[in-house]
């Protein structure tokens, strides 16, 4: 969506900067990315929807590229990180497994990482890797953005991160305004499709196809005034029937007409579109912009929108609950039907049920009286065929003063519910009712009728009741249910990886999502606990010590921590304990502000402790008290981070050799390899030196400049450096000289082999497993000195390290 779209949203801009604090909006640096800008939360805050996404913190507008990838949902979405009102435009990002519980994660793309105006777009799985863009073993998430054109991001590491595809440039060129590509796959031609809006002549979108996702031929264009942004076109089956494909396109007003698509051209006898969301369908109201997923597991088409209304201390907007879109056959034609998905059962926690009640307005009864409920489902029938009531509904979160924040009203002389028409189907009217603290979702007839609100909902427990009223006489109730609804908010970790399985559990501390992890705060021992168990196993992480006294791994433990807890300690010692004995210590150098890499293996009572990456452990004890248990990791005494916690020998592959130590920037060990992360230059260096030598490894550029092997160096990385760097060069250069370059591509996220060999002066670089160097020079300021890794303002990933 672009900037203004109109006075309403405006108008909404502005009474938001008025009334709630923020900060400028801001664009980010490759040193920071992926970055994470929120604030704790529990989720608990007035209005804040308990089974509706809403931002962690700041400002989010259209769902952007939602698709099932590698196992999760992912709902990416247009979002200021920075601020309260809308600016800027990155795109947020969270998974769910199940499409209820979400997870915020990092941001996914960041102005000033990832070129181009980073309006609304979709996003596909390629997985047939038809874009040649996959690298690993996960299939590609592939995302589309821009303005006046559109432009390719790809990520192969399940929407960690993005890099941008031929450096951001715009792959179609658009001349006339345009945004929100939208792709999807055409399985009749094999072949991919996206629909673009764009005002050439006036709303309508430009279809274009493409084999790979890549290269896309202009179609056709379908014009139609109501077709203004935000545009979606999917299948679906006429009544659920194989044989019987619509095409459906949408616009972000959740407008929509049925046709056909020939893979090329949209076509439709339709004189005009139909309203799928009766709320207020403009940006900034209670439904807009609304996108299906793509690549769902089970073949369900799926969707959310935004939702503008609702907002908090923290947040602005929400999405709707997600829901199922079916196409049905009506006296009227073909007509879309939109049902919540079935996993809302999973936060039910209470149910009770009515049948054959009369709701009578002169007795005054409420058959929903015993119950006081925040967030809940309500389903109900009701026979009219005899009703003398004028009126008839629901007070939700009534007050015993007569008062309620909302009413559903059902007006049976009007036929309408909420306002907007609904005939009753065989005399009856059905309606299913989704409350949460600042979202009200009406659904009628079967799905046809839906009806998206934000309503800021008091939750104080004398404003939780519920009443079933009758206006004017009587109507039948055959049935009804009511269900209780828990939160979905905290079943998994944001910034935390690690391969073990969860919940998690905190004993003892404050533990929050940083950036760099998970961050603890304690004033003695804090542990926190996964629900991954083992008895021998290997097991690793990175620790950073800020005003903490020590920081470790824990494991065999019971889930209060009690177990073995190997530690770096700022007094200068690693340490391997126990509740009651300290079972080994070792005097080594702790600095609090860097990363530590600690790394466990256990078999039997043996119990080996590794440091920094070194090829022999640090500490070889043995001890019986514990055989088996939890893993999780402890902070003693004040501040720390812990991230990749990770079972397992994956890790990071080099030559044998001691302590490895970090001479500017950040670098971890993920079981892809060392991650590194810069904004300036960055060395991690081993403590083996040489003077001639074959040095080789596998090196990427994740996001940013360069990366490359640094040998013959003293102890603060200068020295020799043969790195790769995204400006298209290998380049072999030293402190104040860049000695030999060679030009060839070099992509963010492609991973690269590269080869020095040294002969006194004479250095050799060999690229790609190419038989011949790519540079030959002679150089002779260095003639021995340590070997490691370097990265240039960058995100990196170095791997299988080796020296002949």
């Not at 989010?60 to 990416?76: C, I, K, Q, T």
């Not at 935390?496 to 961050?519: E, F, I, M, Q, Y």
Request: glycine share 12%; proline share 4%; charged share 15%.
């Amino acid at each position: 969506m672009r900037r203004r779209v109109g006075a309403l949203l405006v108008a909404l801009i502005a009474s938001l900067a008025a009334l709630l604090p923020g900060t400028p909006a801001a664009a980010g640096t490759v040193g920071d990315y992926p970055e994470f800008p929120y604030p704790a939360t529990t989720y608990s805050e007035p209005f804040r929807g308990q089974f509706h996404f809403s931002s962690r913190s700041g400002w989010m507008n259209d769902p952007n590229g939602l698709v099932y990838a590698n196992g999760l949902y992912h709902f990416y979405y247009q979002h200021n990180p920075h601020g309260l009102d809308w600016d800027t435009m990155h795109w947020g990002h969270a998974t769910s497994p199940d499409l209820v519980h979400w997870t915020q994660k990092p941001i996914a793309l960041e102005p000033g990482v990832h070129a181009g105006t980073l309006f609304s777009g979709g996003g596909v799985v390629d997985k047939d890797n038809t874009s040649g863009l996959k690298t690993g073993s996960l299939d590609p998430i592939v995302v589309f953005s821009n303005t006046d054109g559109v432009s390719v991001f790809y990520s192969n590491d399940n929407g960690q991160t993005f890099q941008a595809y031929d450096k951001g440039r715009k792959q179609i060129e658009i001349p006339n305004e345009s945004r929100d590509p939208k792709v999807f796959w055409d399985a009749a031609r094999h072949r991919w499709a996206m629909v673009v809006w764009s005002n050439q002549g006036g709303n309508g979108v430009n279809i274009y196809t493409s084999p790979n996702l890549l290269d896309w031929t202009l179609a056709s264009r379908y014009q139609a005034p109501w077709l203004f942004e935000c545009p979606d076109m999917f299948p679906l089956a006429l009544d659920g029937k194989s044989g019987q494909q619509r095409w459906v396109l949408t616009s972000a007003s959740s407008q929509y007409v049925v046709g056909s698509f020939d893979g090329t051209t949209f076509r439709t006898d339709w004189t005009g579109p139909e309203q799928m969301d009766l709320g207020t369908t403009y940006a900034g109201g209670t439904f807009y912009a609304a996108q299906t997923f793509t690549n769902a597991p089970d073949g369900r088409t799926v969707q959310m929108a935004w939702q503008g209304g609702n907002r908090g201390s923290t947040w602005t907007g929400n999405s709707t609950f997600p829901v199922t879109l079916d196409l049905i056959s009506t006296p009227d034609g073909p007509r879309i039907t939109r049902t919540p998905v079935a996993e809302l059962g999973s936060l039910a926690s209470e149910t009770k049920s009515w049948k054959n009640e009369t709701v009578n307005a002169a007795k005054g009864a409420n058959l929903f009286s015993g119950i006081k409920a925040d967030t809940y489902e309500i389903t109900a029938q009701f026979d009219v065929k005899g009703a003398t009531a004028t009126q008839f509904g629901f007070d939700l979160h009534a007050r015993s003063d007569g008062s309620a924040d909302r009413s559903v009203v059902y007006d049976t002389k009007a036929q309408t519910l909420r306002g907007k028409p609904l005939k009753p189907r065989n005399g009856k009217v059905t309606m299913r009712l989704l409350v949460d603290r600042g979202q009200l979702e009406t659904f009628a007839d079967g799905g046809l009728y839906s009806l998206s609100d934000n309503v800021d909902f008091d939750s104080a427990a004398d404003s939780q009741g519920i009443r079933l009223f009758a206006v004017g006489g009587k109507v039948k109730l055959d049935s009804a249910t009511f269900t209780r609804l828990n939160t979905s908010w905290g079943t998994a970790q944001s910034t935390l990886l690690s391969n073990l399985k969860g919940p998690w559990h905190a004993v003892g501390g404050a533990w929050t999502d940083v950036s760099g992890g998970k961050r603890a705060s304690t004033g003695g021992d804090g542990f926190y606990m996964s629900a991954g168990s083992g008895s021998d196993a290997v097991y690793q992480g990175d620790l950073t010590l800020d005003t903490a006294r020590a920081a470790g791994l824990t494991f065999r433990a019971n889930s209060s921590g009690a177990g073995y807890t190997a530690n770096i300690d700022t007094s200068g010692v690693v340490k391997l304990w126990r509740p009651g004995k300290d079972i080994a210590v070792v005097s080594t150098p702790i600095t609090a502000g860097r990363t530590y890499h600690l790394k466990v293996q256990t078999n039997g009572s043996r119990i080996r402790v590794w440091l920094d990456n070194g090829a022999d452990p640090v500490i070889d004890a043995t001890d019986d008290a514990y055989s088996s248990g939890l893993f999780g990791v402890n902070v003693y005494n004040g501040t720390a981070t812990v991230q990749n916690l990770n079972t397992g020998t994956a890790g990071f592959s080099a030559f044998p050799a001691g302590r490895w130590t970090p001479r500017g920037g950040t670098w971890t060990v993920t079981p892809d390899g060392l991650k590194g992360g810069s904004s300036q230059d960055g060395f991690y260096l081993s403590d083996r030196t040489g003077g001639d030598f074959s040095y080789e490894g596998d090196l990427s550029v994740t996001n940013g400049t360069a990366t490359g092997l640094t040998f013959r160096a003293n102890s603060s990385g200068a020295g020799y450096t043969a790195n790769i760097d995204t400006s298209g060069v290998v380049k072999l250069w030293r402190p104040g000289r860049d000695i030999a370059t060679h030009t060839t591509p070099i992509v963010e996220g492609r991973t690269y082999h590269l080869k020095v060999r040294t002969d006194g002066s004479r250095i050799r670089v060999w690229f790609g497993n190419g038989a011949d160097p790519v540079i030959d020079a002679t150089d002779d300021a260095y003639t021995s000195g340590l070997f490691g890794v370097n990265g240039y303002a960058a995100n990196t990933l170095a791997q299988n390290l080796t020296i002949g």
